[in-house]
């Protein structure tokens, strides 16, 4: 066998290997991001409402902590307390020292672009947006929905019966997205 044709062999072999790890790689996100889904429905289906203060009422990174439901996007996620990878790959991530859902404030909700937040880039302006979670049910309603740089952090700034839901963008991109798709909705009932 010739030199050349051994080279060849050889990237069919690496180039099939590569191919094989991103699809197991494309895979594993997929399957962990359903099975995280439904742990965390597990967790809610069992939790009880928190009180406002105390502490009991202090929740920890990976705990479920709402139901988010977009009625026209036929979509119900489940929010999981944090932002770290392992909490983003359960689900989409309340950000820690945001308000609750329904609390007066600004809450603040991140997920990936390519598993549980890919439905945002049909949101438009109108649709309801509701979290439940063990004390009550919130309807918030979309004001508007916006690309920005990672650098603008308007969308964490205090304001008062707000919820952003944040994502990379665009959408179908490969690699580390250079911007920010961010859902402004407000507090209604």
Known sequence: MRTQDRARNWLSYLLLGGGALLLFHGARDVIESRWGQHEAARAF??????????????????????KLIIPRLHVELYVVEGTDPADLRIGPGHLTGTAMPGEEGNCVIAGHRDTHFRILEQIRRGDPVILETGNGRFV???KQAAVV???????????????????????FYVGSAPKRFVVEAQLTS
């Open 45 to 66: 289906a069992k939790a009880l409402p928190r009180p406002a203060d105390g502490p009991e009422s202090r929740v920890q990174p990976g705990d479920t902590v709402a």
């Open 140 to 142: 918030y309603r979309v």
């Open 149 to 171: 740089s990672p650098t603008n952090t308007a969308s964490l700034a205090p304001a008062p019966g707000v919820l952003h839901l944040i994502t990379c963008y665009p959408f």
